[in-house]
């Protein structure tokens, strides 16, 4: 052997840190694609990579005890993690508490430390187009993502209304982040409201040719935001965009819960318009 040392063409050196999504399954994920991106545009691909691990629901006590000897720097979580990672942490932060989710782990020096970034992906893409202190926001459905959404616009002061399915589950969010709650058949009131929020799985690949929201409802004075992006325009945005309302892709909401992560994970300011150029390449979208 020589004395020659060996640099991989992206310069990953036994230096690199290590950053990571995990979820069952992942191979979807966009996440790897997305921050190895905006790594190599900071010129900082040496000092961070960003794989993906298929972590099983009963293995997750094991990974986390993984991070801790391994020394990975972050963990970006997807489902069905989201609510189970926060009893493994050191700390987790007050608002990922209100929450009831961590959807990112940072590393610092040994202590694993717990944040959510979702809801600043629903806040973010609606503030770079209003304020959202009184708006009247519709939010469809009560799982996961409505959490994050309801948590987010409440902070913001903003008056929102849940619609779900099944009302109760509805009900359940809105006491207790102080909002109002009502079943789907309600939804003709979203005439009234400024700003119409799909977080229901309807319009995904399997379902794409339907949505919840009638297009009588929609009108062009509306923001309509839909959580989901595969596909990149669901049937609620291309109604909403055929009477001339404001559109949101649900891939805004991923580029900007992922750029919160970059910033805990690199201590740097994400490069927006790279990171949302990896998304809509992987995807095959032209925008
Ligand atoms: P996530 O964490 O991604 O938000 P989830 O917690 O499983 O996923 O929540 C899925 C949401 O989509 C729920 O609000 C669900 O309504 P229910 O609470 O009544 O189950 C909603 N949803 C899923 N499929 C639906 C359908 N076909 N019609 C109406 N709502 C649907």
């Excluded at 119409?196 to 009638?214: A, F, P, Q, R, Y």
Aim: with cysteine; aromatic share 6%; charged share 20%.
């Amino acid at each position: 052997m020589s004395n020659q040392s060996y640099v991989t063409t992206s310069g990953i050196t036994a230096k690199t840190r290590i950053c990571l999504t995990i979820g069952d399954p992942v191979e979807h994920s966009l996440s790897p694609t997305m921050h190895n991106a905006a790594y190599r545009e900071l010129g900082i691909d040496d000092k961070f990579v960003f794989v993906a691990a298929r972590v099983k629901v009963e293995h997750l006590a094991d990974f986390v005890q993984a991070v801790r000897i391994m020394n990975i720097l972050g963990v970006s979580c997807t489902l069905p993690h989201k609510l189970e990672l926060k009893k493994h942490l050191d700390w987790v932060d007050p608002i990922a508490e209100d929450i009831g989710a961590v959807n990112t782990v940072v590393n610092e020096g040994g202590v694993l430390k717990g944040y959510n970034t979702d809801w600043l992906g629903v806040v973010a893409p609606l503030e770079k187009l209003t304020s959202l202190e009184r708006r009247k926001v519709a939010v469809i459905g009560a799982g996961g993502a409505a959490r994050a959404a309801v948590y987010g616009l409440a902070n913001r002061r903003a008056i929102v209304k849940v619609y779900n399915r099944t009302v109760a589950k509805a009900e359940s969010l809105a006491r207790e982040f102080h909002c109002w709650a009502g079943g789907l058949e309600e939804l003709g009131e979203i005439v009234d409201a400024e700003i119409i929020i799909n977080t229901t799985s309807v319009g995904l690949s399997g379902t794409k040719d339907e949505s919840l929201v009638n297009p009588d409802f929609i009108k062009s004075y509306h923001i309509c935001f839909d959580a989901v992006y595969t596909p990149y325009e669901t049937k609620f945005l291309r109604d909403a965009k055929a009477v001339g309302a404001t559109i949101i892709h649900g891939t805004e909401m991923l580029i900007h819960q992922g750029m919160v992560q970059f910033k805990h994970f690199t201590n740097q300011n994400a490069p927006e318009e790279v990171m949302r150029q990896a998304v809509l390449q992987a995807l095959g979208v032209s925008d």
